[in-house]
């Protein structure tokens, strides 16, 4: 019972911080679902910049933190904002490394500003690196994917700011898979940078959100909480559709790839390619030994340099065929893993331990195995996901 108080003062100052940055949001009570009419809170610079003036401020972007045609960086130095570290997280500053590669420490050729990876050793700032900063502005697309390493790096540096005595800055963007609450929770037994929080696949949080979430459960280690403040985007809700304006990595180059990404990434576990190595990345499927009217060749490209089955055919599915009103329907869809598994058999699992660490635990997997069906898995989860919207609730701050 200790931990009530601290969870509801949480939670109401995350609320009451939205709705005192967006009066419209209180009195409006119909929304516009025209997503170009949806402002991100990097483009609200009245109602963050007094939070960074008079601040040495460290920023965690790479090349979704537009405003508006210029980079937030750009922006914040022509508003005088004493910018001194940029952090990048997975794939770079300007998000063209491969998912995995290490990135290392270098400076940004256009600003002067050293740039600090949070990607590979060293994940977390140090003591060292926070040490010239007051406070630290996060402001990265995120796709809604628990297993999307952008939460994790959050996650990292709201804890290295508890740690060093620093403030967040959370500048919110709408998620574009945010729509939905589906998938296993994570089992902590199986938590990795691809999975740090009792969250399901897909949470439907925005990042804002869940950086709430995070501080008012005490998730940062020994329970710690920063001092956080989330700026929330204008006119957006959970049931808009979102096309995402820049691309979010590499391997995710369009509406298809980001929609179809939460039920596609367990394939990274298995043998069946998601088409990296091709101009349709997270849009395939396909097996050396699949089936299936389409069929394709990865070769080495930007973003994916050695590829699953690098110059083999294979045999499998072309979801860019779906129309985009299809691929919106899709939401986490178990049965591409389960047509697959009665193709292939157990020789799927060709990376079992890392199948586990996207999926959150072992349960899946185990249950494929068994020959369960997709209601007999579901079912399984629903205990946990459904304990989860009720705690999910405490912490939305858009309707």
Not at 224 to 229: E, H
Request: aromatic share 10%.
């Amino acid at each position: 019972m200790a931990k009530l108080p601290l969870l509801v003062l949480i939670a109401l100052s995350c609320f009451i911080s939205a709705s005192c940055i967006d009066m419209n949001a209180q009195t409006s009570t119909v929304r516009p679902l025209d997503p170009t009419k949806v402002i991100p809170a990097a483009e609200r610079i009245d109602y963050y910049l007094p939070l960074l003036q008079n601040k040495r401020v460290g920023m965690v972007v790479n090349q979704t933190s537009m405003c508006g045609d210029q980079h937030l960086v750009d922006v914040l130095l022509s508003q005088n904002v004493d910018i001194k570290t940029i952090f990048a997280p997975e794939h770079g500053f300007r998000g063209t490394a491969d998912a995995g590669a290490t990135i290392s420490d270098s400076k940004d050729d256009k600003t002067g500003l050293p740039v600090v990876s949070l990607y590979g050793k060293n994940k977390k700032p140090t003591a060292a690196q926070l040490a010239n900063l007051d406070v630290i502005v996060f402001d990265i697309q995120d796709v809604g994917a628990r297993f999307y390493t952008y939460i994790s790096s959050m996650h990292y540096v709201m804890e290295a700011a508890a740690e060093n005595n620093k403030s967040v800055v959370v500048l919110d963007r709408p998620n574009p898979n945010g729509h939905y609450v589906d998938g296993p929770v994570l089992d902590l037994e199986f938590q990795s940078f691809v999975g740090m929080h009792e969250i399901p696949i897909v949470h439907g949080m925005t990042v804002g959100e869940l950086a709430c979430m995070i501080n008012g459960e005490g998730w940062l280690k020994g329970g710690i909480s920063c001092a956080l403040d989330v700026i929330p985007c204008k006119n957006y809700n959970h049931q808009i559709n979102y096309p995402l304006p820049v691309r979010p990595s590499p391997n995710l180059p369009n509406y298809y790839s980001v929609r179809l990404y939460p039920s596609f990434c367990l394939f990274e576990g298995t043998d069946v390619s998601v088409g990296r190595g091709t101009d349709k990345q997270f849009q395939v499927l396909g097996a050396v030994k699949g089936k299936g009217p389409f069929s394709f060749t990865p070769v080495s490209k930007p973003g994916a340099k050695y590829p699953k089955h690098e110059g083999k055919l294979l045999k499998g599915e072309d979801f860019t065929q779906l129309s985009v009103g299809e691929v919106g329907a899709i939401e986490f869809e178990l049965s591409y893993l389960l047509n697959y598994y009665e193709m292939l058999g157990p020789s799927l699992f060709t990376k079992s331990d890392f199948f586990d660490k996207l999926a959150g635990g072992d349960g899946l997997r185990k249950m494929i195995l068994a020959g369960k069906s997709e209601a007999e898995i579901r079912a399984s989860w629903e205990p946990k996901l459904s304990a989860f919207k009720e705690l999910r609730n405490q912490y939305m701050l858009y309707e």
